[in-house]
């Protein structure tokens, strides 16, 4: 009769069993979305794609498919995880590339993919109809690697699909079938075998057994996102134990937290997976670039070529970055630079004889930048859930006015907050004019200084839907009055009150100036473009401030219209209203990398500081000590105003599409704002205010 311990043991041994199959059945599942997410990229962007940028073509220049076999349904994700999968899709294609182009005809190459899912990568590059692959036609050979039960099914499909199964050459000789396990399938150049990567010693057998420590034969282990799930000291064993073949290669792709896991979108990010019980782990110890250049040295591979998804972006040729914007009206250039941020792409290998072409390295180079700490001011919490982004706000009066935005679908109500020193009163204003402007976001809704009027200027619909109208919202009447409209649409631009009562527009999305001058007097809208060849395109979120005392005004960073540069500087410039030729003329021009901003707010708190913040940057991401900063503008310094680690740890903080506010309190409000984090869901300020410190 069994005692009651070994009753118990027994209990506790079904239970992790029970566990570790349902963490198992939840990390596949992320595979489900994956390819699911490749399905929408192979509908909307490769029929789109030249045959110089499409991986799937005939010679007849007819698109294959080949996700529909494992998603039949059209999918349609957003416009970002479109671009994001296209992304991962050219990054271990372009890997690959750099391998079979470096290595001698001569050699047999196998590519072996860790946790491979559904990826259908080898039927892609093996289908001989495919002219965009012939190079590895003769050459190649794979091994689809996976959980048991995912193989399964797999296997099933390979096996009822004719297109599939004569790619293989399953169809055409039999005896490379192994009926006898369901999980288990052998061609000439194609190989699925189960294992659970977690078993160290199944994985070394397993390697054995397909012969992969023959010297002649290159090795290039895939892993996209598979080993994320892993303990680090799990993965890293099969790491290692690749590096201890001759002339072998691993690319990985997976998750990144270089400012550590509270940053806003790695917060979102991390607690996603914790919620569908696939918890990121290896990503908590090998959080950076460098830390990943560590570990593949530590475990064998000497050589490594490391960067994130966005130097992947900036190193596809011009041409094809072009092609890429004309697929779909993309404008969430802010949530692409955190979702690059947050992804590595590592090439390692232990052939000393490989050299990472010019094209395929990332640069290293970055460092960071240590401020010294602005002792006069800090943030505090300010409850403000108006849970808005991408509207605009300015004060009039001792009241804030927040139009339009997003909560998510556009709107074009009007929020009036009264700021009080412990509390935020809000309240939808009801209008009383019967035409009102349609809902709208990316706009500016700025004070006309001498009159108790707000001037909304342009925004959008949807992306490829910009606005020309312009109104005027009177306080008084509570009316609005529509104006002269733009020659052209024009949205994501920025906009400041000038001394005299007239409006100054700088860029935007638009095919018109790169500067207007709104005449108040005459309603009349005038390009006041400076005479400076750094105007010569249009600035796209950047940040703008005049301060009256000084008479100069500031624009801070800004991307160019090609979703790729975004300026690292700020350009000073003095306004003189009696000039009627040339009223905007740039002072002075400062660079740094802090400044490398897109969707940045700037505001003046004195002559001789400019507070600047958030917004998202090509280079990295900004932390607790640089997200805010600020900027004496004539002895060029440059100071951090920490967030606390209280609300950077706890608050809902995400510095994107709000907007900022100088009150008569001498208060500065973050207003609004958020974004949403890829595919993890949305993070909205709750609201955040700057006040002076008493000496």
């Known amino acids: 009769m069994k005692n009651l311990t070994t009753i118990k043991q027994t209990n506790k041994n079904v239970k992790q069993e029970r566990r570790k199959k349902y963490a198992d059945l939840a990390i596949q599942g992320t595979n489900n979305s994956s390819i699911a997410s490749k399905r929408s990229v192979e509908l909307l962007y490769l029929p789109k794609l ?45 890997r690959l590339n750099s391998i079979i182009e470096q290595t001698p005809q001569d050699k047999k190459i196998v590519v072996v993919n860790l946790g491979c899912g559904y990826d259908p990568l080898p039927f892609q590059l093996l289908d001989t109809n495919n002219i965009q692959s012939q ?45 006898s396990n369901v999980d288990f399938l052998t061609t000439p150049k194609y190989l699925a075998r189960p294992c659970d990567l977690n078993d160290s010693k199944m994985f070394s057998t397993l390697l054995n057994e397909c012969q992969l420590y023959d010297p002649n034969v290159v090795k290039v282990f895939v892993a996209e996102v598979s080993l994320a799930y892993m303990k680090p000291e799990r993965s890293d064993s099969i790491i290692e134990a690749t590096s201890k073949m001759e002339n072998s290669h691993f690319i990985i ?157 556009r709107v074009n109500e009007i929020l009036q907050l009264s700021i009080h020193h412990d509390k935020i009163d809000m309240k939808n204003i009801e209008v009383s004019s019967s035409e009102v402007p349609v809902a709208r976001m990316c706009h500016t809704f700025t004070t006309i200084s001498r009159n108790n009027q707000l001037l909304l200027i342009g925004g959008r619909k949807a992306p490829h839907q910009g606005l020309s109208d312009n109104w005027i919202f009177d306080m008084k009447t509570r009316e609005w009055s529509m104006i002269k409209s733009l020659s052209h649409t024009r949205f994501r631009h920025s906009a400041c009150s000038l001394p005299d009562g007239n409006v100054l527009i700088l860029g935007g999305v638009t095919e018109g100036p790169a500067m207007l001058l709104y005449n108040v007097t005459e309603e009349i809208f005038k390009d006041v473009t400076p005479k400076d060849e750094f105007f010569q395109n249009s600035l796209v979120s950047a940040g703008l401030e005049f301060d009256p005392v000084s008479k100069q005004g500031i624009i801070l960073g800004g991307g160019f219209m090609d979703q790729t540069t975004v300026s690292d500087k700020a350009i000073i410039f003095k306004y003189d209203a009696e000039n009627a030729t040339e009223p905007i003329t740039v002072i002075k021009k400062l660079q740094h990398p802090l400044f490398q901003r897109y969707g940045s707010q700037i505001k003046y708190i004195t002559p001789r500081k400019l507070l600047i913040v958030g917004g998202t940057s090509p280079s990295g991401l900004f932390d607790r000590t640089n997200s805010i900063i600020s900027l004496d503008p004539l002895s060029e310094t440059l100071t951090s105003i920490p967030i606390s680690r209280r609300i950077w740890e706890d608050h809902s903080l995400m510095l994107a599409g709000f907007s900022l506010v100088s009150t008569s309190m001498g208060t500065i409000h973050i207003i609004g704002g958020g974004a949403t984090c890829y595919g993890f869901g949305s993070v909205t300020n709750v609201g955040l205010k700057l006040i002076a410190i008493a000496k």
């Open 50 to 94: 030249s045959s110089a940028n499409n991986f799937q073509m005939d010679k007849n220049n007819n698109l294959l498919e080949y996700f529909k076999f494992f998603v039949p349904k059209k999918i349609k994700r957003s416009p970002c995880i479109n671009r994001g999968y296209w992304l991962r899709l050219f990054a271990i294609r372009s």
């Open 135 to 179: 190079q590895y036609h003769d050459r190649v050979s794979f091994i689809d690697i996976d959980y048991s039960d995912l193989l399964k099914i797999k296997i099933e499909l390979i096996k009822t699909i004719p297109e599939l199964s004569k790619i293989i050459g399953l169809s055409e000789d039999k005896d490379y079938v192994d009926d």
């Open 253 to 409: 792709l997976e998750q990144l937290i270089p400012k550590g896991p509270f940053e806003p979108f790695s917060k979102q990010m991390l607690a996603h997976f914790k919620r569908n019980d696939s918890p990121l782990q290896s990503v908590l110890k090998y959080n950076t670039i460098e830390s990943q250049v560590q570990r593949f040295n530590k475990l064998g591979f000497a050589y490594v070529n490391v960067g994130d998804m966005f130097q992947l972006w900036e190193s596809a040729d011009e041409a094809t970055k072009k092609e890429l914007l004309k697929v779909e009206p993309f404008d969430e250039l802010e949530e692409f630079h955190l979702f690059c941020h947050h992804y590595v792409l590592c090439h390692a290998t232990n052939y000393k004889e490989f050299a990472f072409a010019q094209g395929f390295l990332f640069d290293r180079s970055i460092s960071e930048i240590n401020l010294t700490v602005d002792e006069d001011y800090q943030l505090l919490e300010c409850e403000c859930p108006i849970n808005r982004k991408f509207g605009d706000a300015d004060v009039a009066g001792n009241d804030v006015f927040y139009m339009g935005g997003s909560n998510p679908y």
